[in-house]
């Protein structure tokens, strides 16, 4: 147990509760897809490898450490550990990591379709966009590399052909952001259909947009003011 135990019985039942949500909103099917959450003491709770992340029961959580091995002889980590250690290396801030493979933001990857675009206001108010990060393959070490740059400056991005990686200050900060991804993925798939295209807003107004995060007081990380992966 860590050294609060308090603290990792309650990640523990989070992890299990974001994966049922996860699961009962289709964006894992399977044993897709893992979930983490940071310790105060630095170690990692992972969801574990092979398991099906919509039945989880909070002693089937694997317990790391930042080079992914098993601390306390509990399950073995999920073999995308990769994923979350880097993502906690670039941005030690971060509380909690959600990878997931919600259909419709794959597809738009696999489609060539810009998540990035300034299309949506809530989008570029809160997160800005969605970056896309090269394909990597799934088990190796390009996975987690194919993320590194653009997690440094995103809280949100997608894998090609593969799938998302949402980061917050906790779990269901994190889960949220997922279900923003999914959601804007949705209306631009809508748009391509009855359209066959999408316009974006004018500069001119995703400036006006993003002059309100000072008012509304957002200061989370947002990829159109850093412009992540734009340039």
Request: net charge negative; with cysteine.
């Amino acid at each position: 147990m860590s050294p609060n135990p308090d603290e990792e019985i309650r990640l523990r039942n989070a992890l299990c509760r974001i994966g049922e949500l996860c699961y009962q909103k289709g964006y894992i099917v399977g044993a897709d897809g893992n979930l983490s959450a940071r310790l105060g003491d630095g170690t990692i709770l992972i969801t574990p490898a092979g398991a099906m992340k919509g039945f989880l029961q909070p002693h089937h959580i694997a317990h790391v450490d930042m080079d992914g091995k098993v601390v306390d002889g509990g399950p073995k980590a999920s073999s995308e550990v990769g994923i979350h250690l880097v993502s906690y290396k670039e941005r030690p801030e971060m509380r909690a990591v959600v990878h997931t493979h919600p259909p419709h933001a794959v597809a738009l990857t696999i489609a060539g379709i810009d998540m990035q675009l300034p299309v949506i206001p809530e989008i570029i108010v809160t997160i800005g966009g969605v970056p896309t990060a090269p394909y990597g393959t799934p088990g190796t070490d390009e996975l987690p590399e194919s993320i590194r740059d653009i997690v440094r400056c995103s809280d949100t991005l997608i894998m090609k052909n593969h799938g998302a990686v949402c980061l917050g200050a906790n779990l269901m900060d994190a889960f949220k952001k997922l279900d923003m991804v999914e959601h804007t993925a949705k209306i631009l798939w809508l748009a391509h259909a009855v359209r066959g295209g999408i316009e974006p807003l004018p500069p001119e107004a995703v400036e006006k947009l993003l002059a309100t995060r000072g008012l509304l007081g957002i200061e989370t990380t947002n990829t159109l003011e850093n412009r992540c992966a734009l340039d």
